[in-house]
């Protein structure tokens, strides 16, 4: 069943939130090792690349450390480029992963030309961080079909949180009120079992939470995810192809260029 988005209301002051950075890479302590990495092998050059040319090369090296770094940043975006090209690679493999299946939150047309499909987590910091303005480009993008993909990864040890508010979402779409369940767990920094609760009970949604068919919806999902070889949240599909970037202003670049198609 497709709903209707809400209509915009007053931009509030935003909050603070983390500094949003791509997914795909794996943050300041991977560079830093991967730096060192890359340093101690030039550093061995001379050994390996014997006469001049490894001293020369040693020589550069250390008066210019930035270089270093720069191979680094290169490194990454390689990575990231081929880490894309095989999600894509398994979602043209795997279109059924990218569809609404029965009981999933879809909002707009269903014979859209954009449709956006996102896989997040409620504990999830950058998810969290992009909901507001997600929210606003669904808003802005009536014509564009957005999927919800409920994957709640992270749990850590008997943590059940992440799980508890991607079924409790799931019972709110059941009663036709997903949209204002899902911003509210977005926007609690503190989220527990217990303050989803108090979100469910503040939107009139009735019942137990972990019904069977959420069980079952949010078990598909994770097999999705592991058929589209993605590695974490927030990851956005658009047109069946994996989103560089979770920024929405960026989103809205890409969604922008489809209906331009």
Known sequence: MTDDVPAPEPAAAPAETPTLKSRWLTGRSMLALGVSV????????????????????????????????EAQ???????QNDQ?????AAAAAHPGALRAAAGEPAFGPADAKVTVVQFFDYQCPYCKAVAPDFLRLMQANPDVRFIFKEWPI?????????RYAAQAALAAQAQGKYLAV???????RALTPQAVDRILAANGVTGPVGSAEAARIVTNVRVDATNLTIEGTPTFFINGKASPTHDPAGLAQIINAEKAK
Do not use: C, K, W
């Not at 061995?44 to 008066?63: C, D, I, K, T, W």
């Not at 940043?73 to 990575?79: D, H, S």
């Not at 894309?84 to 894509?88: D, E």
């Open 73 to 79: 940043v290169a490194y990454q975006v390689q990575q």
């Open 182 to 188: 899902h911003q509210a767990l977005m926007a609690e």
């Open 84 to 88: 894309q090209a095989r999600v894509n």
């Open 38 to 69: 890359v340093a101690l092998g030039f550093a061995a050059a001379p050994y390996v690349v014997p006469g001049l040319f490894g001293s020369q090369v040693r020589a550069y090296l250390l008066n210019h450390p930035e270089v270093l770094a």
């Open 154 to 162: 992270l749990d850590h040890g008997e943590g059940i949180t992440s």
